[in-house]
């Protein structure tokens, strides 16, 4: 039931663009995205709803397909801030589950 | 506004020791949650309430662990006994209402157990 993000990690150089991936085996009413930072709490980044309403930050985008239940995330021109382990969330009816996590490095 | 306040920060205790982590959500929030996060792994839910109900526990160990939110604000979890597996960081989280809306995390409280 945890959904299952690609890749596990990947390291860019500033200004890179990097897709990260999330699958589940169930059917979803929502995904969020997260960024977690070495000893600090969850971010919040970004919510996609079915239906296709999409809330979050200007600079991140992200897709939701519901029909395959994986969810996209999209970072552009990639900077040293964006390093962190990013998590997607699914909803499921009352169900919450974080996904596997990746790690992502950015180096100038 | 005020985001969400957890204590202790850190804790450690010896297996079979009992312990308990408080939560204080941002005013007005209905729903929220309890993660535990082992090293490496992404939060895994334990329990979430919507105002002083349980949402979801399907995850929560009940022999050993338990959680209340009494008047739909803050909220305590306990563990009792400890187990060594038990060595993980809980993170409390709270949002607006359930489904649909942002969670928004403290910062944790960091259990070793021993």
């Known amino acids: 039931q945890q959904p299952v993000q690609s890749p596990q990690a990947v390291i860019l150089r500033e200004g890179e663009d990097a897709v990260i991936n999330c699958s589940s085996s169930?059917?979803?009413?929502?995904v969020h995205w997260y960024r977690q930072k070495h000893g600090e709490a969850p971010i919040f980044l970004m919510i996609l709803l079915k239906g296709g309403e999409q809330k979050g930050h200007d600079k991140i985008s992200a897709s939701f397909n519901e029909k395959k239940q994986q969810s996209s995330l999209y970072l552009t021109a990639s900077q040293l801030s964006y390093s962190g382990t990013y998590f997607c969330g699914t909803g499921t009816g009352n169900q919450f589950y974080f996904g596997t996590g990746t790690s992502l490095t950015v180096i100038p | 506004e005020a985001g969400v306040a957890q204590s202790p920060r850190y804790k450690i205790i010896e297996k079979r020791q009992s312990v308990a982590f408080w939560c204080n959500p941002i005013?007005?929030?209905?729903?929220l949650y309890w993660y535990q996060q082992i090293l490496g792994q992404g939060p895994k839910l334990l329990i979430q309430f919507q105002n002083n109900g349980v949402v979801d526990d399907s995850q929560l160990p009940k022999d050993r662990f338990s959680a209340e939110r009494l008047k739909g604000v803050d909220s305590t979890l306990k563990i009792q006994p400890a187990k060594l597996e038990d060595s993980a960081v809980y993170l409390c989280?709270?949002?607006?209402?359930?489904?649909?809306?942002?969670?928004?995390f403290g910062p944790g409280t960091r259990l070793t157990v021993t």
């Open positions: 169930k059917a979803l009413y929502s």
């Open positions: 005013s007005g929030h209905a729903t």
């Open positions: 989280a709270s949002s607006r209402n359930s489904g649909a809306y942002e969670q928004y």
